[in-house]
């Protein structure tokens, strides 16, 4: 790398970063890119391959694996916050799931910035066309990849009364087929859909700060104190928890912190690092009657080839509550007709404690779609290596507290309570570990204090965080960084509302979009 100059530097060669970059150098004035990432190249490194490889990566080399404050309303546990440090970043780490927000959920969005190009009809082409650039689609689409339990699992929600979503209205409300972001039963990184050749991509480097001349971006600093220069713009793709860190470290952020830390103040901008969210979860292990019948990934009757191109489940299940429910709980009357909470189940049960994987059991995830908790993403010090400080906050509104109960008790049902599933499952098994000592099998008719002992003591994240560099409070609605010049921002952080779904297909799509703003300004 001799370049210290380059039109735009893209600070983050994450899942959005490597879009970013790879538009910008492909367009048609071919401007000069430079992208910088903290970990290194993936190319040659074990397990990055697959999927269920990619799940031996966690809290690895490849990950930042940060860690949370202790969450009071978790029992005070600290979270385990995985996150990719690599050329990819996400698309390096992730389960590959690919699942659109809801028509509701983008609308909030488009009404919350006050942009219709953010709803639903103006993301939509977005959608379409990274869909068809990346060739998502569903599981059952390769005709060898049929689990044993698909019929079963889908007759279990047919009994209740779970729909088809209309997808085609851009509905997620229902039952639908899960799509996968993967090629051939390989993972699909970002930098490798987005191909970086006319892009300078600096790995194993961590960016430091942006440096301003007035309001005016100028460049970067890097840790090892080298400067870059950018001619036209600096774009941050840091991710959620990062993100935050560099615009803090840069001098944009609420000024009693900046100063707290001896940052001189660029601009003040009260919502760096507010407003982080996630998609809560809780995953409960299912032990099944039969393991010799091979419903189950470690079975040795679990031996299709194709079962292990991805992680094996067929079917999400995004659900509304009942109005008279959410009637009932503080803000709730705003979230009549949205769908709440996810159900997955999976045919294997990865990383419950105490749970083997082994062909005995199954999983589920059931996962808040839309939290009203909000957490924090502030620093410890000006050290830009040093991890940031994050406080989730998970659970602390009676809202998800409800919904996450709710949804628990609706998993529950499905497994444990249709004709469908009681042949095969047997029961549930709790997690075994330090913390956990004493948990009670859950059933369908577990009382309030042990399902809420439950998601106390097990819930946690789905690796799905967003907000901290929310749309309409730190950026605009073309990403740029309020306040100043020549600066956005461009992943996860800028969601300014959590959205159902899994988040790689919006963050592809948002990063087409902005992308293609900046270009706009060429
Ligand atoms: C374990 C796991 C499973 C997931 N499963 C799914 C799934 O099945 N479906 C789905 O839709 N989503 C899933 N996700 C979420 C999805 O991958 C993320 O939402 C997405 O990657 C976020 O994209 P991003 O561009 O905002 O950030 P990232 O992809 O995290 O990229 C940020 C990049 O910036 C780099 N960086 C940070 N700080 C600096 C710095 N100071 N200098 C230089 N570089 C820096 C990081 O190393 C990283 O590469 C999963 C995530 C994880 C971690």
């Given at each position: 790398m001799s370049s210290t100059t380059a039109d735009y530097i893209v600070v983050g060669g994450g899942l959005a970063g490597c879009v970013i970059a790879s538009r910008l150098s492909q367009s048609e004035k071919k401007p000069s890119v430079i992208l910088v990432e903290a970990?290194?190249?993936?190319?040659?490194?074990?397990?990055?391959?697959?999927i269920l490889n990619g799940?031996?990566?966690?809290?690895?080399?490849?990950?930042?694996a940060f860690q949370s404050a202790p969450v009071p309303t978790t029992a005070n546990r600290q979270h385990f916050l995985p996150a990719g440090k690599v050329l990819g970043g996400g698309s390096i780490l992730n389960f590959g799931g690919w699942l659109r927000a809801d028509v509701a959920d983008y609308d909030a969005w488009g009404e919350a910035v006050g942009d219709?190009?953010?709803s639903y009809e103006g993301l939509k082409p977005w959608l379409d066309k990274v869909e068809s650039h990346l060739?998502?689609?569903?599981?059952?689409?390769?005709?060898?990849?049929?689990?044993?339990l698909r019929n079963a699992v889908k007759t279990a929600w047919d009994e209740l009364g779970s729909q088809p979503a209309e997808e085609a209205k851009g509905s997620i409300s229902g039952i639908v087929e899960v799509k996968e972001n993967t090629q051939n039963g390989l993972r699909q990184p970002s930098y490798a859909a987005y191909p970086l050749e006319r892009v300078t991509v600096m790995t194993n480097t961590v960016v430091h700060r942006v440096n301003f001349s007035g309001k005016q971006a100028t460049g970067i600093l890097l840790v090892d104190g080298r400067e870059i220069t950018a001619q036209k713009e600096v774009i941050i793709t840091a991710g959620a928890y990062r993100t935050p860190q560099v615009l803090l470290l840069s001098g944009i952020g609420p000024p009693d912190v900046l100063s707290s830390h001896g940052i001189p103040v660029v601009q003040p901008s009260l919502?760096?690092?507010?407003n982080l969210f996630d998609h809560f979860a809780i995953y409960l292990a299912f032990r099944l009657?039969?393991?010799?019948?091979?419903?189950?990934?470690?079975?040795?009757?679990?031996?299709?080839?194709?079962?292990?191109?991805?992680?094996p489940y067929d079917w999400a299940v995004s659900e509304q509550l009942p109005a008279e429910k959410l009637d009932?709980?503080?803000?709730?009357?705003?979230?009549?007709?949205?769908?709440?909470y996810e159900v997955l189940v999976v045919y294997v049960p990865p990383g419950?404690?105490?749970?083997?994987?082994?062909?005995?059991h199954i999983a589920t995830s059931t996962m808040l779609l839309l939290p009203t908790s909000r957490g924090t993403v502030t620093i410890k010090?000006?050290?830009?290596?040093d991890q940031p400080e994050i406080?989730?906050?998970?659970?602390?509104t009676e809202l998800d507290r409800e919904v996450i109960a709710h949804a628990a008790r609706r998993t529950l049902d499905a497994l444990l309570g249709t004709e469908a599933l009681k042949p095969i499952v047997e029961g549930e098994t709790p997690p075994s570990g330090e913390g956990l000592e004493g948990l009670k099998p859950l059933t369908v008719d577990v009382s309030d204090s042990d399902l809420h002992e439950r998601i106390l003591k097990t819930g946690m994240q789905?690796?799905?965080?967003?907000?901290?560099?929310?749309?309409?409070?730190?950026?605009?609605?073309?990403?740029k960084v309020k306040g100043v010049e020549r600066l956005r921002v461009a992943d996860?952080?800028?969601?300014?509302v959590p959205l159902g779904g899994h988040p790689q297909a919006t963050l592809y799509a948002v990063a087409e979009k902005l992308a293609d703003a900046i270009l706009e300004q060429l």
């Amino acid at each position: 790398m001799s370049s210290t100059t380059a039109d735009y530097i893209v600070v983050g060669g994450g899942l959005a970063g490597c879009v970013i970059a790879s538009r910008l150098s492909q367009s048609e004035k071919k401007p000069s890119v430079i992208l910088v990432e903290a970990g290194p190249d993936p190319s040659g490194k074990p397990n990055t391959d697959t999927i269920l490889n990619g799940l031996s990566l966690l809290g690895g080399e490849l990950d930042h694996a940060f860690q949370s404050a202790p969450v009071p309303t978790t029992a005070n546990r600290q979270h385990f916050l995985p996150a990719g440090k690599v050329l990819g970043g996400g698309s390096i780490l992730n389960f590959g799931g690919w699942l659109r927000a809801d028509v509701a959920d983008y609308d909030a969005w488009g009404e919350a910035v006050g942009d219709r190009s953010w709803s639903y009809e103006g993301l939509k082409p977005w959608l379409d066309k990274v869909e068809s650039h990346l060739g998502a689609a569903t599981i059952s689409s390769d005709p060898n990849r049929i689990y044993p339990l698909r019929n079963a699992v889908k007759t279990a929600w047919d009994e209740l009364g779970s729909q088809p979503a209309e997808e085609a209205k851009g509905s997620i409300s229902g039952i639908v087929e899960v799509k996968e972001n993967t090629q051939n039963g390989l993972r699909q990184p970002s930098y490798a859909a987005y191909p970086l050749e006319r892009v300078t991509v600096m790995t194993n480097t961590v960016v430091h700060r942006v440096n301003f001349s007035g309001k005016q971006a100028t460049g970067i600093l890097l840790v090892d104190g080298r400067e870059i220069t950018a001619q036209k713009e600096v774009i941050i793709t840091a991710g959620a928890y990062r993100t935050p860190q560099v615009l803090l470290l840069s001098g944009i952020g609420p000024p009693d912190v900046l100063s707290s830390h001896g940052i001189p103040v660029v601009q003040p901008s009260l919502g760096v690092g507010k407003n982080l969210f996630d998609h809560f979860a809780i995953y409960l292990a299912f032990r099944l009657r039969d393991p010799s019948k091979g419903y189950a990934l470690g079975s040795s009757a679990f031996n299709n080839p194709s079962f292990f191109k991805g992680l094996p489940y067929d079917w999400a299940v995004s659900e509304q509550l009942p109005a008279e429910k959410l009637d009932k709980v503080e803000s709730g009357g705003a979230f009549h007709n949205r769908n709440l909470y996810e159900v997955l189940v999976v045919y294997v049960p990865p990383g419950i404690p105490g749970i083997p994987v082994d062909g005995t059991h199954i999983a589920t995830s059931t996962m808040l779609l839309l939290p009203t908790s909000r957490g924090t993403v502030t620093i410890k010090s000006t050290d830009p290596n040093d991890q940031p400080e994050i406080q989730p906050n998970y659970l602390a509104t009676e809202l998800d507290r409800e919904v996450i109960a709710h949804a628990a008790r609706r998993t529950l049902d499905a497994l444990l309570g249709t004709e469908a599933l009681k042949p095969i499952v047997e029961g549930e098994t709790p997690p075994s570990g330090e913390g956990l000592e004493g948990l009670k099998p859950l059933t369908v008719d577990v009382s309030d204090s042990d399902l809420h002992e439950r998601i106390l003591k097990t819930g946690m994240q789905h690796h799905h965080s967003g907000g901290t560099a929310a749309m309409g409070s730190v950026v605009d609605v073309d990403g740029k960084v309020k306040g100043v010049e020549r600066l956005r921002v461009a992943d996860g952080s800028v969601l300014p509302v959590p959205l159902g779904g899994h988040p790689q297909a919006t963050l592809y799509a948002v990063a087409e979009k902005l992308a293609d703003a900046i270009l706009e300004q060429l």
